[in-house]
């Protein structure tokens, strides 16, 4: 090509450019609709997620195939929990929890390891074991160690200990905390870096997203062990929200940023929106600005780097079994259409610009 037809070139390129920029905006919500969370995610970097149960996987396609399609990170919702994972103190059964691995690892998905140390859905041998405090110690120990390393490269983070802090933002009593002492925690994020030096080590909290006496608390918390020297690489902000009494927006953003500066990471990883039902379209738009708010608030701060909803359909949510009257939390509803929570979603990736 001659110097003089380069430069020709150069204009009807641009022109070309601004053209398909120009249809882009034009047909901007075709192309939103068009894309996937994962797809819009991957574009930036960025882990979009759901937990997922081992039951509906195995019996409804559509949730498989759902799964699948739009996220590129798991959750197990219940799978690796201390009671499913040792039915008896001799016996580990990682059989379910290794299906949910399974699937993602086919479908090129991340997991996410939830969760080894909280106070609920503990076995009964256990708490009515009448160990002592020695005892425990070994139990979590073992605990720790064996289910780390059964997962050692293949769960790339883990819930390490689950909601220590209660509402008044004390050390909540638990099992744990009444036979090992404030310590546990500390212990148990040693033990799991330990077990895989490799894995992002998180502590997991609900009700700590926006300013108030809990979150303080949790800051509090994170900044002394990290004081400490004690291995814990972020925070899991669980996001259990109410469409009737959402989190300030402004203060989730100033949280999410003094945990950035404390170095930590940020994962959301619990995200539901719950609202009195019954629902209607005022309410769905409503859920569909906080859940773009939320998204925002995270994609703007690199730290935060994780986006995951508790569960993604309707037709599986905790919600109307533990808040009756409540429910319609999810991205999707019972029969998996994209409610606007989900376009909310969507736009907020394709909007964002991190890379
Ligand atoms: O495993 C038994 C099963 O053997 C039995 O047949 C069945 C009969 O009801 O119950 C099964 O256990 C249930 C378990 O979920 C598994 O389905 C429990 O009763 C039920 O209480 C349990 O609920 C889970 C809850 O954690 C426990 O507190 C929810 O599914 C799960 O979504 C929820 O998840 C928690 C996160 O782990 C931590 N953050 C809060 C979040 C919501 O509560």
Redesign the pocket.
């Known amino acids: 090509m001659s110097k003089k037809s380069k430069l020709l070139a150069f204009p009807s390129t641009l022109s070309l450019l601004t053209a398909l920029l120009v249809s882009i905006n034009t047909l901007g919500q075709e192309l939103e609709t068009g894309g996937t969370l994962r797809s819009a995610a991957q574009a930036q970097g960025f882990l979009v997620g759901a937990?997922a149960e081992l039951k509906p996987l195995g019996t409804d396609p559509a949730y498989a195939q759902t799964l699948a399609r739009e996220y590129n990170v798991l959750t197990a919702?219940?799978a690796m929990?201390f009671e499913?994972l040792r039915p008896t103190r001799s016996r580990f059964a990682f059989a379910d929890a290794d299906k949910i691995l399974d699937f993602a690892a086919a479908h090129g998905m991340k997991l996410r390891g939830?969760?080894l140390v909280w106070h609920?859905?503990l076995p009964r041998w256990l708490v009515d074991g009448n160990f002592s405090s020695d005892e425990v110690s070994a139990i979590l120990r073992e605990h720790i160690e064996t289910v780390i390393g059964h997962y050692r490269g293949r769960v790339y983070a883990w819930d390490v200990v689950?909601?220590a802090i209660d509402d008044q933002g004390g050390l909540r009593q638990t099992f744990w905390s009444n036979m090992l002492g404030s310590d546990y925690i500390a212990q148990a994020f040693t033990l799991a870096r330990a077990a895989d030096p490799q894995a992002t080590l998180l502590y997991n909290d609900?009700g700590g997203e926006a300013l108030g006496v809990k979150s303080e608390a949790i800051y509090g918390l994170l900044k002394s062990l990290k004081g400490r020297g004690v291995p814990i690489d972020g925070i899991g902000l669980?996001s259990?929200f109410l469409l009737e009494q959402p989190p300030r927006m402004s203060e989730v953003a100033a949280n999410i940023r003094r945990l950035a500066a404390l170095g930590l990471e940020i994962q959301i990883t619990?995200l539901d929106v719950r609202m009195l039902m019954p629902q209607n379209e005022k309410k769905l738009e409503d859920q569909a600005q906080i859940y773009r708010a939320y998204l925002d608030a995270c994609l703007v701060v690199a730290n935060c780097n994780t986006f995951v909803t508790?569960g993604f359909t309707d037709k599986y949510s905790?919600i109307p079994q533990?808040f009756p009257g409540n429910g319609a939390a999810l991205p999707f509803d019972q029969a998996y259409r994209q409610k606007p929570a989900y376009h909310a979603l969507l736009q907020a990736l394709n909007n964002s610009h991190r890379r």
Do not use: R
């Open positions: 937990s919702a219940n929990k499913p939830h969760t609920d859905q689950n909601e609900y669980q259990h619990e508790w905790w533990f």
